[in-house]
């Protein structure tokens, strides 16, 4: 079973702009420049996690019901809550226009775009081109389906009933051969006032 320690990936800065792709770990990378479409209900865990492993900003762009709900205590268990800028929209032009100007812009941000439904092709070519522009990480939230896309990668994310926290990762959409199925858990305790030495093991799952 493979398994990745978080804290000693954020401290050896794991994503520089040099590196053409993002290892979350045990054989999950995320290419650069690229999009990445994740669904199900452990979506914003997955999207944590990968924003967790670089030293660029992290730009979280949603509308504000959705903004609301995230949890800054949860959060800094797995990253740097000031390295986190949240940009509230309200409505769903000013998503697209912000996940738009957030992915051409120079540094290599990872953009996190809250979506409350499924992006049109067109629309995720814009994105997708946008991303290639700039050479960070686009990570596209879908709340409400999918549909035809140009995005490099769609992971399907599902917590398991368990003894303890367990999802499955599943990428059923690899431009690049990536698709596989993964497991996934966490262990460790939390400590106040910094980040938390969890330890993620993920280790590869039959598909179903």
């Not at 045990?26 to 209900?41: D, F, M, N, Q, Y």
């Not at 730009?59 to 205590?73: F, G, H, K, N």
Request: one cysteine or more; charged letters at 20%.
């Amino acid at each position: 079973m493979g398994q990745v320690d978080l804290q000693s990936l954020r401290e050896s800065r794991a994503l520089s702009l040099a590196q053409p792709t993002l290892s979350v770990g045990a054989g999950v990378s995320l290419r650069k420049g690229r999009t990445h479409e994740v669904i199900g209900p452990g979506a914003d865990l997955f999207a944590i996690i990968a924003a967790a492993e670089q030293d660029r900003g992290i730009l979280w762009i949603s509308l504000y019901r959705d903004l609301v709900s995230l949890c800054p205590t949860g959060l800094q268990a797995y990253l740097n809550v000031e390295d986190v800028i949240l940009v509230e929209a309200v409505s769903r032009g000013e998503l697209l226009w912000a996940a738009d100007q957030a992915l051409r812009a120079e540094g290599g941000f990872c953009v996190i775009l809250d979506m409350p439904d499924q992006l049109s092709l067109k629309e995720s070519r814009r994105l997708q081109l946008s991303a290639e522009q700039g050479g960070g990480l686009g990570l596209i939230l879908l709340r409400g389906g999918v549909s035809s896309s140009a995005a490099q990668t769609r992971w399907d994310c599902t917590p398991l009933h368990a003894e303890q926290p367990v999802w499955e990762w599943r990428c059923g959409k690899g431009k690049n051969g990536e698709m596989g199925t993964w497991r996934v858990t966490r262990t460790g305790g939390q400590k106040r006032g910094q980040n938390a030495k969890d330890t993620l093991h993920m280790a590869p799952a039959a598909s179903a």
